[in-house]
């Protein structure tokens, strides 16, 4: 009964890797990205290459916003500077509730930065993380819904098919032949980071809750309006007060607020200013809290009349959705610790090189026999596999490197530059699924090389349109754009190892083992106990000593408001 079960997981963990694998090596990659998607802002965009002010007054801002703004407006906010995010942005909303254009702001020259022509980290890879830019009925939302089920799935069958997971954990032998040492390297990958991969696949379900479970509301509220509203106050405040239509007669000092807001903080400073009903006797003053110290993403919100400066209300958030607050925060990692940052991308690219080793293995423990038997399925799995791992990651650098060599300003057909970038990098990435499959053998080691050259050519861009190649950057403490280029340059260098490994394999092979044999029947053998399926050259049991039950072979296997 125990073997049975173990082949039913067996069953699942290889045929779910195979469907959703290619899903979630692009979730995953662009996951990865994310981490440093401000990082990557600061590379795509050199005009926000600044630093933030060291010293700032509200008040003094307060009097000149409305020489940025619009009259009327019902509430201007300002999101404050960081160090990973040097510039302000200043939204406002008009009379109808309707959000404006997002300003731009270098506040230590107390200028707008013009618009940069680009959505780059924080606008296009991020949201293909979590969404897949598909808007449409909030569809791509639920398909990373899906594929982040599937991979718990595949976590929980792995470890159940594995009867030696601790053995796995320190076996890699990359000498050995490639669906040996592949597995190896993808029963490392998926032990070494296990918990990491299960609670990041947890996070992002709960992260998007009230997307995938609305119903959580109407079941403690009831299905009524003011029952779902009283959720909203509730979990994530809405402390609203009219305006009267009369005059504020004397404002009082927002710098005086945030001090207030910042001392209950134990000296964090605010994340959001938002002034609300501006100028109207009722207006109040909106001090969101910054999570740069900690992992919760939390809401500890101060609201203060902006007459008299009284703390009308202190909204901190409740046990429930400080819990949700915290698998948020811990997923998208907004606080300030360079070390954790890295071991998140580290964990990222351990994900990636997880599910693209499973889809290598199922491959290459199947060539030999789908070519004998003439069938096509392999042919197009593996160019699934080639478009979405290393299709994927060439695109990405055709993204960056399209950014250096389009000027600020430029326009196509009346397509604007942000657009031209997206449209490059889709039609780069679907040539490169044509492309697998008319090299077949050849694609892999292509697709590498061109993506070395595309990451050294990125670099050079860089410095050649903006003047910031690697000393000056490390001269002026620019490490964000530093190390952008210098991840770049080692994409490069492993892109020409690997490819050059490929090279000398496919040269090494000798003609009669890459021509197609005669169709034979498959040899009898006998068979051997699950747990062995992971030893030796990992092959399942096949003839008629093979049990019932089909058998494949093993594998194991992230608005403009105040969010």
Request: net charge negative.
């Amino acid at each position: 009964m125990k073997e049975t079960f173990r082949l039913s997981m067996l069953w699942l963990h290889t045929w779910a890797g195979v469907v959703i694998g290619s899903l979630l090596f692009i979730i995953f990659w662009m996951g990865t990205l994310s981490v440093f998607n401000h990082d990557i802002d600061r590379w795509m965009m050199p005009d926000t290459r600044i630093q933030p002010p060291e010293t700032f007054s509200y008040d003094a801002f307060a009097e000149e916003v409305g020489d940025l703004l619009p009259e009327g407006i019902q509430e201007w906010g300002l999101i404050t500077p960081r160090d990973r995010v040097p510039m302000a942005f200043l939204y406002h909303r008009d009379s109808t509730g309707t959000f404006g254009q997002r300003i731009t702001l270098d506040l230590a020259q107390n200028t707008p930065i013009p618009d940069q022509g680009t959505h780059a980290g924080t606008g296009f890879i991020f949201p293909f993380h979590f969404s897949l830019h598909i808007g449409w009925k909030g569809i791509g939302y639920w398909i990373v819904g899906a594929a982040a089920m599937a991979m718990m799935l595949l976590l929980v069958t792995g470890v159940i098919i594995h009867a030696r997971i601790l053995k796995d954990f320190f076996t890699f032998r990359p000498g050995k032949k490639l669906p040996r040492s592949t597995l190896d390297l993808h029963n490392l990958s998926g032990v070494l980071v296990l918990p990491f991969h299960f609670m990041i696949a947890l996070s992002g379900v709960i992260l998007f809750m009230n997307i995938y479970f609305p119903q959580a509301a109407d079941l403690a509220y009831g299905e009524e309006e003011v029952p779902r509203t009283a959720f909203f106050d509730e979990a994530y405040s809405s402390y609203t007060r009219p305006a009267t239509g009369e005059p504020l007669e004397e404002p009082f000092s927002i710098d005086a607020m945030v001090a207030t807001a910042t001392a209950a903080w134990d000296g964090i400073p605010p994340y959001y200013v938002r002034v609300i009903n501006p100028g109207d006797a009722n207006s109040y003053v909106y001090v969101r809290r910054s999570y740069q110290d900690h992992v919760l993403f939390d809401r500890d919100i101060f609201f203060f009349d902006a007459g008299t400066g009284e703390v009308l209300h202190h909204f901190v958030t409740e046990p429930i959705m400080t819990a949700q607050h915290f698998l948020v925060g811990f997923h998208i990692i907004q606080f300030d610790h360079w070390g954790l940052r890295w071991l998140y991308f580290l964990a990222g690219l351990a994900g990636c090189i997880l599910i693209g080793t499973g889809f290598i293995y199922w491959l290459e423990k199947r060539r030999k026999k789908h070519e004998e038997l003439g069938l096509k399925g392999l042919r197009i799995v593996e160019t699934l596999t080639i478009g979405s791992v290393t299709g994927i990651i060439a695109a990405t650098v055709v993204f960056f490197v399209i950014n250096r060599i389009l000027p600020l300003g430029f326009e196509l057909a009346g397509i604007e530059r942000a657009i031209l970038e997206i449209i490059v990098f889709y039609v780069f990435w679907i040539g490169t699924f044509a492309h697998a499959w008319a090299r077949r053998g050849r694609a892999w080691s292509d697709q590498l090389w061109v993506t070395a050259v595309l990451s050294v050519a990125a670099v050079v861009l860089n410095a050649l349109t903006t003047g910031d190649h690697m000393i000056q950057t490390a001269i002026d403490g620019q490490w964000n754009v530093f190390g952008m280029d210098a991840l770049l340059l080692i994409t490069a260098v492993l892109c020409v190892v690997i490819a050059r490994r490929l090279d000398r394999k496919a040269k090494a092979v000798p003609a009669e083992e890459t021509a197609v044999p005669a169709k034979a029947p498959p040899a009898r053998v006998a068979a051997r106990p699950l747990a062995d399926l992971t030893e030796g050259d990992g092959a399942p049991p096949t003839g008629d000593g093979a049990p019932a039950a089909p058998i494949e072979f093993p594998t194991t296997a992230q608005q403009p408001n105040d969010t």
